[in-house]
């Protein structure tokens, strides 16, 4: 069974830029998780979709936003970026029911300068 | 979600177990500890999670205490390949809710 992928794997915005990430889960698995990870703040939760619908959501501005596809694949969006959003972003899935472990992705490492 | 407390960094000889400890003191009825970890430029990989007994899967095992105030993970024959950071988290299971909330983890190293 294939893992979660992520694309792209790396990308250079400059500031200002808008930028769409991409998260396919797990064959079977309808629970998406998109995680931001810095060196300073490290792993930090920024929302959870199951079944196309946003079922929790951390605390990071507007300017972040998601969606799930009826087939659970997920895109993320962040608009005018700051250099501040230079990070790892990760993407996990689950199956769905709050006790199944998470299934991460390798990221996208995405820079603004 | 409960907070939890890690040493930042943990050596450890190939061959011989690692014992990760992890302090959750304020740790509700409801609450699970888990252990993640995450190799260098990978994403997190679960390892084990527990309520109140003991656990012992493939990878690891896991030992908490009767309070459930604190925890330990064992990896009972560390590799080179087991260096990484390891995160425990504790969060209530909530139907359909997926937030795992991550500390700053111990970093742990298989030395040869």
């Known amino acids: 069974k294939a893992g979660v992928t992520q694309t792209p794997r790396y990308l250079i915005k400059t500031r200002g830029q808008q930028v769409t990430l991409s998260c396919s889960p797990i064959s079977g698995h309808r629970s998406v998780s998109w995680y931001q990870q810095t060196p300073g703040q490290g792993l930090q939760f920024l929302f959870e979709y199951f079944s196309e619908t946003q079922r929790n959501k951390g605390n990071f501005p507007g300017r972040f936003s998601g969606r799930q596809f009826s087939n659970s694949r997920s895109e993320m969006n962040v608009s005018t970026l700051e250099l501040g959003d230079s990070a790892l972003y990760l993407c996990?899935?689950?199956f769905g029911t709050g006790l199944n472990e998470q299934f991460f992705g390798p990221g996208t490492r995405l820079t603004v300068l | 979600d409960a907070k939890t407390t890690q040493p930042p960094s943990m050596d450890c000889a190939e061959g011989r177990a690692a014992n990760l400890p992890c302090n959750h003191s304020?740790?509700?009825?409801?609450?699970?500890v888990y252990w993640y970890r995450q190799i260098h430029s990978q994403g997190p990989q679960y390892i084990i999670h527990g309520l109140k007994n003991n656990e012992t899967n493939e990878m690891a095992s896991l030992i908490i205490t009767e309070d459930r105030k604190s925890s330990t993970l064992i990896l009972p024959h560390a590799t080179l390949r087991d260096t990484a950071v390891y995160y425990c988290?504790?969060?209530?299971?909530?139907?359909?809710?997926?937030?795992?909330?991550f500390g700053q983890g111990t970093r742990l190293t298989i030395n040869p």
């Open positions: 996990a899935s689950s």
């Open positions: 304020t740790i509700s009825g409801n609450e699970y």
């Open positions: 988290i504790v969060r209530a299971i909530i139907q359909g809710a997926q937030k795992l909330v």
